[in-house]
C-alpha cells in the first residue's frame, strides 16, 4: 500500500455561485464516503486561501515570520485528501473522481515509502 | 558477422521478451535490465564456445533470473518490492509462451502508461520492446543523448515511485490503453516515415509484435496493416538522390508486392470482423490505392466513401483536408478548395500544399505561389520541401 496526495488546484478568482458551490460539497461529500468505504480515506479537507497564510523561515539562527506567501500564480492549492492504494491506478482512479466532484483539476503525487496495509 | 554482433542480434531480438519476463520477477525494470544484461555479458564469454542454445529466449531469461537471484541472496540490504517471491526461487524451467506473452504484454501496456509523457511512452517502448540502445533512440529523434538518457531514467523514476503496476489493465480499460500503444507505435512509423527506414522498420516490428499478442483486438490489425501499406511504396516514393514522389507519379512497379498482400489480407480480415476503427479505415483507403494498377485506375468513389466513414468516427480538420483531396478527384478542385478553405490548419504545411495544388489546378497561379511559400515555410521534410520548390518554380516560370 502507498499514500497517496490529492491536491485541489484552485484557480484565482471568485468563487463559484452558492448553489454551483452546494452541488460541488454535495459531491465532495459522496466521494469522501466512497473512500471511506473502501478503506482508502487517510484524511481530507478544504484549505482557506493563501491570504490566510504564514511562512517561517530560518535564517542564520533566527526566524523569520511573513504575512504571505504571495506569488503570481494563477492558482493555488484549494484542499488535499490523502488516501491510501495499492497502485497509480487505483490512486488514478480516485483523483478521477474527484475531479469529476470538484470539477478542478487533480494532482496525484505519490509519497516516499510504504504505508501499512 | 562477428561473434559479438551475431550474440547482440539475438540479445536485441529477444530484450523485450527477456525483460518483460524479469520484470514480473523482480518487481522493477532498472533490476530486470541490469540482469539481462549481465546475462548477455556471459553469452559473449560462453556462446563463441557452447554455440548460440536451441532457445535464446529461454537461456537468457533463466541465466538473467538466476543471476538476479544471486546478487539479490548477497546484498543484505534490499527494499521489499512487489516480486512475485516463489518465482524467484523456482527451478530451472524454461519459460513456457502462455505466461511470456502475458509479461510482454504487461510491459507493452507499462510502457505506454498515459500516466508518462507522450515522449517517455516512445523512448521507453523503442528501449523495453525495441532492445534500441540509448544513443540509437538518441539519434532517431534528433536529440541529445544525455537528454535521452534523462528522459529514460525519469519515466523508470516514475513507474517505480508512482507505482505504476505492472499489468495488463483490466477490460473496461483496455480499449482507450490499446489506443495509447497503438499511437505510440504510430508516431515511431511517422517519424521514422521522411526517410528514416530504420525507424519505421521497427515501427513495423512492434505492429507485428502486437499483432502476436492481441490477434483480436481488430484496431491492431488495422494499424499493422496501415503501415504495411505505407511502408510498400517506399521504394516508388524515394529517389536515390532523396527527393519525394508524389502518389500520383510513383512507379507502381516498384512496390513491395509483399507488403501489400499482407497489408491487404489483414484489411480483408478486419472487413470480415466488421469492429471497424480509424485505423483500419485508414488502412482500407491504403488498401484502394495500392489496388489500383495505375493512378488513373484509382477508385476515388471507395477512397471518398471511407472518408466519410472516418469523419464519423475519428473527425479532425486534417481528416476533413485529407478526404477534400478525395473530392477533387471525384467533384473537381473548386469544390475541393471551398472545403479546404473552411478549415483552421494555418500552422500545418499540409494544408496549404493542399492549397497551392487545388490553386495550380483551378489555373490561380500566382494565388499558388504564395501557397507553396506557405507551406515551404512550414516543412521540416527536406524531402518535401524541394518538392514543394520545385512545384512553385514551376508557376514562376511560366
Given amino acids: 500500500m502507498k499514500h497517496y496526495l490529492l491536491s485541489v488546484m484552485q484557480p484565482v478568482g471568485e468563487p463559484p455561485a452558492p448553489e454551483v458551490l452546494q452541488g460541488i460539497m454535495h459531491n465532495l461529500d459522496v466521494f469522501h464516503a466512497e473512500l471511506k468505504e473502501a478503506g482508502a480515506w487517510v484524511f481530507a479537507g478544504g484549505l482557506h486561501g493563501p491570504e490566510t497564510a504564514t511562512v517561517l523561515r530560518a535564517d542564520k539562527g533566527d526566524v523569520l515570520i511573513t504575512d504571505g506567501p504571495y506569488t503570481e500564480s494563477k492558482e493555488y492549492l484549494g484542499g488535499i485528501c490523502l488516501i491510501k492504494a495499492p497502485d497509480l491506478d487505483a490512486a488514478l482512479e480516485w483523483g478521477r473522481k474527484a475531479t469529476v466532484a470538484t470539477t478542478l483539476p487533480i494532482e496525484v503525487r505519490p509519497f516516499m515509502g510504504e504505508a501499512e496495509d | ?398
Fill in chain 2, 1 to 398: 558477422m562477428t561473434a559479438k554482433a551475431g550474440i547482440e542480434a539475438v540479445f536485441r531480438a529477444e530484450y523485450g521478451r527477456a525483460v518483460a519476463v524479469l520484470v514480473r520477477f523482480l518487481g522493477d525494470i532498472d533490476l530486470a535490465e541490469e540482469a539481462v544484461q549481465d546475462a548477455f555479458a556471459t553469452a559473449v564469454r560462453k556462446w563463441p564456445e557452447t554455440g548460440v542454445p536451441p532457445s535464446p529466449a529461454g537461456w537468457i531469461i533463466t541465466t538473467a533470473r538466476n543471476r538476479a537471484v544471486d546478487r539479490l541472496r548477497r546484498e543484505s540490504t534490499r527494499e521489499a518490492r512487489h516480486a512475485e517471491a516463489v518465482q524467484l526461487y523456482a527451478p530451472d524451467a524454461p519459460p513456457e509462451e502462455g505466461p511470456v506473452r502475458d509479461d510482454r504484454l504487461r510491459l507493452i501496456f507499462t510502457c505506454c502508461h498515459p500516466a508518462l509523457a507522450t515522449q517517455a511512452q516512445v523512448a521507453l517502448t523503442l528501449r523495453l520492446l525495441g532492445g534500441l540502445t540509448t544513443p540509437q533512440i538518441a539519434r532517431a529523434f534528433l536529440v541529445p543523448e544525455p537528454t535521452m538518457a534523462q528522459r529514460l531514467v525519469r519515466a523508470k523514476a516514475k513507474i517505480r515511485d508512482a507505482r505504476i503496476p505492472y499489468r495488463v489493465p483490466r477490460d473496461a480499460d483496455l480499449p482507450e490503453r490499446v489506443r495509447g500503444v497503438l499511437a505510440v507505435v504510430y508516431l515511431i512509423f511517422n517519424e521514422g516515415y521522411g526517410g528514416r527506414e530504420d525507424l519505421c522498420a521497427e515501427a513495423v516490428r512492434l505492429g507485428r509484435l502486437l499483432a502476436e499478442l492481441m490477434p483480436d483486438e481488430p484496431e491492431v490489425l488495422g494499424l499493422l496493416a496501415l503501415m504495411l501499406l505505407i511502408e510498400a511504396r517506399r521504394p516508388a516514393r524515394e529517389t536515390p538522390d532523396g527527393d519525394l514522389v508524389l502518389l500520383s507519379d510513383q512507379d507502381r512497379r516498384l512496390w513491395d508486392r509483399d507488403l501489400i498482400a499482407e497489408g491487404q489480407s489483414l484489411v480483408r480480415r478486419c472487413l470480415r470482423r466488421n469492429q471497424p476503427g480509424p485505423y483500419q479505415i485508414q488502412a482500407a483507403i491504403n488498401a484502394v490505392h495500392s489496388d489500383a494498377p495505375t493512378a488513373a485506375a484509382t477508385d476515388w468513389g471507395q477512397i471518398l466513401a471511407l472518408y466519410d466513414q472516418l469523419m464519423v468516427r475519428a473527425p479532425s480538420p486534417v481528416v476533413a483536408l485529407n478526404r477534400a483531396v478525395a473530392v477533387a478527384e471525384t467533384e473537381g478542385p473548386r469544390t475541393a478548395l471551398a472545403l479546404v478553405d473552411a478549415l483552421d490548419l494555418d500552422g500545418y504545411h499540409a494544408f496549404h500544399a493542399v492549397r497551392a495544388d487545388l490553386l495550380r489546378r483551378l489555373g490561380r497561379p500566382t494565388e499558388a505561389v504564395a501557397a507553396y511559400e506557405a507551406a515551404i515555410a512550414l516543412t521540416e521534410n527536406p524531402a518535401e520541401r524541394a518538392h514543394l520548390e520545385r512545384r512553385r518554380t514551376e508557376l514562376q516560370v511560366e
